[in-house]
């Protein structure tokens, strides 16, 4: 099948990207292509590095919006022209992870590239699941949808490894995805006060930055600004992962660093949290911040 992968296969990744990406390429015995997003490009993929990454040996891209870790979401205007890139390049296949479709702020449209542009439709597995809009994470339901042959070939490595999820969490799945939907956008209401709330607590502390995420439950800020600080302790910060490392034994907060993600100095923080738990942890960063000299 052309969308499997054979040693030395080419995946690009726009970093930063979900950290199981890679493991999942690598595990394929496909080689992990990441391309760096810039912060002041909303950590959205340009059409020129796309062009630029594609090689004769790159059989996938994954795009994902809105994003885990970044939270950045494209619109149907911004995903056009990486559409129009792809489509001078008919060998490579297009993974569209649309698992934070419903978690999306400021009335911001969803859009996925088979939608902006149908004659990719051959060639893109879109997936999707219910661990995020309804909080059933470990239901362990997902579902996919593309080309009949390659649906088949997943059906069968299903069939042979985890057979399928339990028959509860199937009939559980049915009910979330038919029932009444009204929870979907009181949670997304909820999730964008809490974003308010951290990217704005995020701002204050001192050698931190962070851009407002369209959507998904993160922030990615950068903390650029903090490195080569010394800690009370007389430790000299020296890169995303130390500052993670000093918010969790100096001050019990965990985030998760940037590096792991394809994409430093930045720090990941999870936000599917109560609001007061999140007041104490972003009171802890800016105390840490503060700290430091
Ligand atoms: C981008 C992305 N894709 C897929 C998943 C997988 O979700 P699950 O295995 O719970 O369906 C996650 C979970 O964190 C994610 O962030």
């Known amino acids: 099948m052309m969308a499997s992968l054979n040693p030395g296969d080419e995946v690009i990744l726009p970093a930063p990207y979900w950290t199981s990406y890679a493991d999942i390429v690598q595990i394929c015995g496909g080689v992990p292509v990441s391309v760096a997003c810039t912060e002041a490009n909303g950590f959205r993929l340009e059409a020129a590095q796309l062009e630029a990454a594609i ?12 994003s885990n870790p970044s939270g950045a979401a494209y619109s149907a205007a911004q995903l056009q022209p990486l559409c129009e890139v792809l489509l001078r390049h008919p ?4 993974l569209a992870d649309d698992i934070y479709e419903h978690i999306l702020y400021d009335g911001l449209a969803f859009a996925t590239p088979v939608a902006v542009e149908p004659r990719l439709r051959e060639r ?27 649906i088949a070939a997943m059906a069968v490595v299903q069939s042979q490894t985890t ?20 929870i979907v956008a009181e949670r997304c209401a909820d999730f964008q006060a809490r974003r308010d709330f951290v990217v704005a607590a995020l701002n204050r502390a001192p050698g931190l ?10 922030t990615f800020a950068s903390c650029a600004g903090v490195l080569g600080k010394r800690t009370r302790a007389g430790a ?11 918010l969790l034994q100096d001050f019990e907060v965990a985030v998760v660093p940037g590096s792991v993600f394809g994409l430093a100095p930045y720090f990941r923080i999870s936000y599917a949290t109560s609001l007061g738990q999140l007041e104490e ?12 000299e």
Do not use: H
């Open 236 to 246: 000299v910060l020296q890169s995303d992962s130390d500052f993670c490392r000093y």
């Open 91 to 94: 060998k490579v296949w297009v």
């Open 124 to 150: 893109t597995l879109t997936i999707n699941g219910v661990s995020k809009a309804y909080a059933m994470t470990g239901w362990r339901v997902g579902y996919g949808a593309g080309p009949r042959a390659l």
């Open 55 to 66: 090689t004769p040996r790159t059989r996938w891209i994954f795009l994902n919006s809105p």
């Open 163 to 182: 057979s399928c999820p339990s028959s509860i969490s199937q009939a559980a799945a049915i009910e979330a995805l038919t029932g009444p939907q009204d």
């Open 209 to 218: 930055r962070c851009r407002v995420p369209e959507g998904a439950f993160y």
């Open 281 to 292: 942890a972003c009171a802890r960063i800016v105390a840490a911040c503060e700290a430091l």
